[in-house]
């Protein structure tokens, strides 16, 4: 539904950010052209131009300006691979749930990687995995120190 609205209203040049799981931060100014044929099909093209967010102001608005690249054009064919995530994404509500999941982990409720799952951690996979390693090797060192065989 959220695609068939951006196909539909976003006619205006808009500066959308794309971001990456490394945390770069890419705009770009963007605009979908509907270009109905003879036949009662519409072909839809997306228009993209790099821009770079300058500061933001007093109220948190960033401007921007937009870079010497040329404007490139898309036509739009299939469907779009679109991540949605519910709930609030400002940074209070962020914290808010960091600090429940952590409350929760100190209690024993959930274990850690509910609680790197939970907070969107980058790369949580590797960092369970290495934690994991450490802990088993930490368990065979404490048994040799109490004179046990390693399991």
């Given at each position: 539904?959220?695609?068939?609205?951006?196909?539909?209203?976003?006619?205006?040049?808009?500066?959308?950010?794309?971001?990456?799981?490394?945390?770069?931060?890419?705009?770009?100014?963007?605009?979908?052209?509907?270009?109905?044929?003879?036949?009662?099909?519409?072909?839809?093209?997306?228009?993209?131009?790099?821009?770079?967010?300058?500061?933001?102001?007093?109220?948190?608005?960033?401007?921007?300006?937009?870079?010497?690249?040329?404007?490139?054009?898309?036509?739009?064919?299939?469907n779009f691979d679109?991540?949605?995530?519910?709930?609030?994404?400002?940074?209070?509500?962020?914290?808010?749930?960091?600090?429940?999941?952590?409350?929760?982990?100190?209690?024993?409720?959930?274990?850690?990687?509910?609680?790197?799952?939970g907070i969107d951690?980058?790369?949580?996979?590797?960092?369970?995995?290495?934690?994991?390693?450490?802990?088993?090797?930490?368990?065979?060192?404490?048994?040799?120190?109490?004179?046990?065989?390693?399991?």
């Open positions: 539904m959220y695609l068939d609205r951006v196909f539909q209203f976003y006619t205006v040049p808009r500066v959308i950010r794309l971001t990456g799981n490394d945390n770069a931060n890419n705009f770009f100014r963007f605009s979908i052209e509907n270009d109905r044929q003879e036949d009662g099909s519409v072909n839809r093209t997306a228009v993209v131009q790099n821009v770079k967010a300058i500061k933001s102001d007093e109220e948190g608005d960033e401007s921007y300006q937009i870079l010497e690249s040329p404007e490139r054009r898309y036509e739009v064919i299939g679109v991540k949605v995530a519910t709930g609030s994404l400002l940074p209070f509500s962020k914290a808010e749930k960091e600090q429940k999941l952590l409350n929760m982990y100190d209690r024993g409720i959930i274990d850690k990687e509910e609680v790197l799952k951690f980058p790369n949580w996979e590797a960092i369970l995995q290495r934690v994991q390693e450490r802990e088993a090797a930490q368990a065979q060192a404490a048994q040799a120190a109490q004179g046990q065989p390693p399991q």
